[in-house]
Structures are given as C-alpha cells and as structure tokens.
C-alpha cells in the first residue's frame, strides 16, 4: 500500500461582492436577464415570449413598467377626463374662498378725487381708488392664491399620493402607481408631480402628449418623479 497523502482540497471559491446579482441602483432591462431576477410584481411575468423552455435561472422581463406589474395603462381619454373634473372640482372649492375676499374688498372700496388721463393724453379729474383700497384688493388676491395652493396641495398629495387616485381619477377609473412598485406615490412625490405639470404644459402643452407615443405612456411629470397612470 502507498504512504501518499490525498492531495489537499482545492481552496475555496471567493464570494461575489455585494450587489454583484442586482445593483440596486439599476433598474433591470427588458429581455432575457441572468443571474435570476428576484420574483415578485415588479418584475412580471417568466413565461418565454418565443414557445421554448429558457435556461435555468433565467427570466424574461416585459419591455414596459405596467405590464412587469400586471397592469393595464390608463387611456389619453382617462386621463384627460380625470384632469378635467379636478380642475372642476378645486374650482369649485376656491368658489367660496373669492365670494368672501370679493365681499370683503366690495365692501370697504373707497373713492377720492384723482386725475386721470384719456386716449388722447388730456388729463381730467376722475375718482380713483383709494391706497387702503387696493392694498385691501392686493391683499386678497394673495391670500387667495395662498390659501388654494395649500388646498391644491394637500388635494393631491393626500388623494392622488396616498390614496393612489384623486376624485377626478377614482370617477375615470384609473389611478396613480410607483413605476418600479405598483404602490401609490407617495405624498412628496404627488407634490412634486403637481408642480411638474407646469413643465408639461410648456410648449402647447407638449409634456402631456408625451404620452401618447412614449412606450411607458408617461408625461414629462410621470417621468419626473416615476410614476405610471394605469387603470383600476
């Protein structure tokens, strides 16, 4: 019998580094992905779109956000009905807010004797309003416009952010999601979703047709804060 030693055992394989399967700030790209995609409604479905079995560990992901989650986009209809009846109904709202700045400047308007200038340049004597009148009126407007900026505010981050959907949406049957998640978007991010729509209506409204030829059906505020419309 020999005396030979086994020889030693190979040394061990170093693990990968972190984050080496799915860096998180990467979001994974439609095809054929390995190593394997965590499941989950992010990701949609493993089926082959070609009719044969994929290699092991393998996963196909959908070329778009709604269909890795399931979903189904809103239409450029819905979308545009729901927009329309918001806009009614915070118009709405500001109605009794302007009847009570309007009485309340009506009320006290002053008069005095001023001078005036005509069409031609000839000046005549006229009543004109006084400083304590238009500082009443100043003051209005911009407590107005203050007081509907925190309505709108809390309009949308608290229905369309938190609720996933604003009265205007829940009637036109879709709502508001979290591109990588399906979840609703957040208070924050349906704020900053309302001040981007100012950037999508720049340009004859531009950003908002966007949608209409963009594969995730995104407008340029959807996209600034990634988010999808998709119906319910």
Not at 83 to 98: C, N, Q, T
Request: net charge neutral; with cysteine.
């Amino acid at each position: 019998m020999s005396d030979a030693l086994p020889p030693p055992p190979p040394p061990p394989r170093p693990s990968p580094p972190s984050g080496w399967d799915q860096p998180p700030s990467c979001a994974p790209q439609a095809g054929w992905q390995y190593p394997p995609v965590p499941p989950g409604p992010a990701y949609g479905s493993a089926v082959p779109p070609y009719g044969y079995a994929p290699p092991p560990g393998w996963v196909y992901l959908a070329p778009n956000h709604a269909t890795r989650l399931g979903l189904q986009f809103a239409t450029f209809g819905q979308r545009l009905g729901a927009w329309l009846l918001d806009g009614l109904f915070l118009a709405l709202i500001s109605i009794p807010v302007w009847i009570v700045g309007i009485w309340w400047v009506a009320s006290n308007w002053e008069t005095e004797l001023g001078r005036c200038t005509d069409a031609r340049g000839f000046s005549y004597t006229c009543d004109v309003a006084t400083d304590g009148s238009v500082g009443r009126l100043m003051l209005t407007l911009l407590l107005g416009g203050a007081l509907m900026l925190v309505v709108s505010i809390f309009y949308w981050g608290k229905f369309e952010g938190e609720r996933g959907q604003s009265p205007g949406q829940k009637v036109a049957g879709i709502r508001v999601v979290r591109q990588e998640t399906g979840l609703p978007i957040g208070f924050g991010r349906a704020v900053g979703r309302m001040f981007a729509q100012y950037l999508s209506s720049q340009v004859l409204y531009l950003g908002y047709l966007w949608m209409l030829w963009d594969d995730d059906k995104q407008t340029w505020h959807d996209k600034i804060v990634s988010s999808i419309v998709v119906k319910e």
